[in-house]
């Protein structure tokens, strides 16, 4: 059979539409893909409350902090897993201040058991996860209280090297902040008036 220019014409067409659907497809999976790769990883809310301390004055409240998953599986299983978060110098935590809950979805329990402790530098949570992936997740630190100490400071609550919790987006050395802190002295040669007398000069401080 002799092939005429019609022929070709719905040859090259009809190959240039599978090719085109196999395009989509290709693009499909790598948009799936993509989205993982920037959807994979916890969502990290940093407590408020320990910005502009007064250095020397009392015990403050530190607001919540947040780590809640962004894929199901964020919380890797693993059995006794640590993690630590240590504030810069010249700060301290109200020793044995604070709790930890877990909030699971409801499709399953995922972090199995919690426990937390305080020092003067650092916030100690241990927990296992089990069900990696039967549902969103949350680690919620709160009602810790943190002072300013020593000399002004500040710097970010950080994960400690020593942490073992397996935690996508929030792991040993990716830098994530938990927390901002900053300190100064009571400012000094300072003439209030009446009016002012309920204003805070900084926090912990009137």
């Known amino acids: 059979m002799k092939l005429t220019s019609t022929h070709y014409t719905y040859r090259f ?25 920037v959807f994979g990883a916890v969502i990290v809310t940093p ?14 409240p530190l607001g919540d902090i ?12 693993a059995s006794n897993q640590t993690l630590v978060l240590v504030h810069p110098t010249n700060f301290e935590f109200s020793t044995g201040s604070g709790t930890v809950i877990a909030v699971t979805g409801s499709d399953g329990l995922v972090i199995n058991w ?3 402790s305080s020092t003067t530098r650092k916030i100690t949570i241990n927990y296992s996860v089990t069900n990696q992936g039967g549902s969103f997740d949350q ?3 709160k009602d810790a209280y943190i002072r300013a100490v020593g ?5 970010q609550l950080l994960r400690d090297a020593s942490s073992t919790a397996n935690i996508t987006g929030d ?3 990716d830098g994530v902040n938990h927390a901002t802190f ?9 003439s209030l008036i009446s009016s002012d007398a309920d204003n805070k000069i900084c926090a912990s401080g009137s």
């Open 13 to 37: 067409f009809t190959t240039a539409t599978v090719l085109f659907k196999r395009a989509i497809a290709v693009v499909g999976i790598l948009l799936i893909f993509a989205s993982n790769l």
């Open 47 to 60: 407590a408020t409350g320990a910005a502009n301390l007064c250095v020397g004055g009392g015990f403050v």
């Open 66 to 77: 947040i780590i809640a998953e962004g894929l199901k599986d964020d919380f890797r299983s």
């Open 114 to 116: 919690t426990s937390y």
């Open 139 to 141: 680690i919620i630190i």
């Open 151 to 155: 000399v002004p400071n500040s710097g």
């Open 171 to 173: 792991n040993n050395g």
């Open 182 to 190: 900053s300190s100064s002295y009571y400012p000094s040669g300072l």
